[in-house]
């Protein structure tokens, strides 16, 4: 088995907010992540696909079919975008870094069609990420 | 749905590694400058993993305020700009390698109540890191 690892960035707005809580409830649990105008991050994605060579081309997979697979899936969907107000997926779901991870394996995982999505790692920032393994065990 | 959360959080500290087990001369050898008799200094970077269900409510592993609070006060405040070989107890007995460093701070983190942790990656500097994630069967693993 080999990984090959291919990473974007992306820069995209969100706002913590459950509309359950209240007011102060909101503002006391997500802090400056509540403020009502919302915030954004530039994210960096590292998307890992394993699997064993092809002998033909000694690929695991076509690096330009990933990087067309990312440009359609995240970067269409979430580049400069309100990632409250305009992925469909992300819809009743409060966009925390966990949550965009995991939306993003949904929409990859099905797609990878050489080899298979080991992990997703999306970094809000330099001092945050978050890994999503789908229901694997660690790449 | 199987997500792990890591924040990195960053300190700086001295050390000397210095085993009273072995000789100077021995000393000496193997651990070379890191032996020289005043000590020296890192800036660390310790990356702290967790893992647990996603709480509904929020959308989160773990609340990053509150985990910041009890890094802060299990492990940054004590550890830094200290000297890891005089400041910290544990180290009166034990050599300050960052592999040892790495297991003293993930016994400090694992009571953190918010969520498991997973594993401590400890960077000494940009090249060297270690990563402890505890001892197969125990409670943490």
Not at chain 1, 25 to 32: A, L, T
Not at chain 2, 41 to 63: Q, R
Not at chain 2, 85 to 93: G, Q, S, T, Y
């Amino acid at each position: 088995m080999v990984y090959l690892t291919r990473k974007i960035e992306f820069s995209a707005a969100h706002r913590y907010h459950n509309p359950d809580f209240s007011a102060e409830e909101n503002r006391r649990i997500f802090g400056k992540c509540n403020y009502p105008n919302g915030h954004g991050h530039n994210y960096v994605l590292e998307v890992t696909v394993g699997g064993e060579t092809d002998p033909a081309t000694g690929m695991v997979l076509d690096l330009k079919e990933l990087k067309e697979l990312l440009e359609r899936e995240v970067m269409d969907r979430m580049d400069h975008r309100s990632l409250n107000h305009e992925v469909a997926e992300l819809a009743g779901r409060i966009p925390t870094c966990e949550n965009v991870a995991a939306v993003i394996w949904e929409l990859l995982a099905p797609k990878i069609r050489r080899g298979q999505l080991a992990r997703v790692r999306l970094w809000e920032s330099p001092d945050l990420y978050v890994d999503c393994y789908g229901d694997g065990g660690r790449a | 749905m199987r997500l792990e959360l890591t924040r990195r959080y960053s300190f700086a500290a001295s050390h000397r590694l210095h085993s009273p087990l072995l000789s100077p001369a021995e000393n000496q050898r193997i651990y070379g400058k890191c032996n020289n008799p005043y000590g020296h200094g890192h800036n660390y970077v310790a990356e702290v993993t967790l893992t647990g269900p996603l709480d509904p409510a929020t959308g989160m592993i773990a609340h990053l305020g509150d985990l910041d609070r009890f890094v802060a006060r299990e492990v940054l405040e004590p550890l830094d700009h200290r000297n890891l070989n005089e400041d910290l107890p544990v180290f009166r007995d034990r050599v300050p390698t960052t592999e040892n460093l790495c297991i003293e701070i993930f016994e400090r983190l694992k009571k953190f109540p918010g969520a498991r942790l997973v594993r401590i990656r400890l960077e000494e500097t940009g090249r060297n890191s270690f990563e402890y994630a505890g001892e197969p069967g125990g409670s943490q693993t």
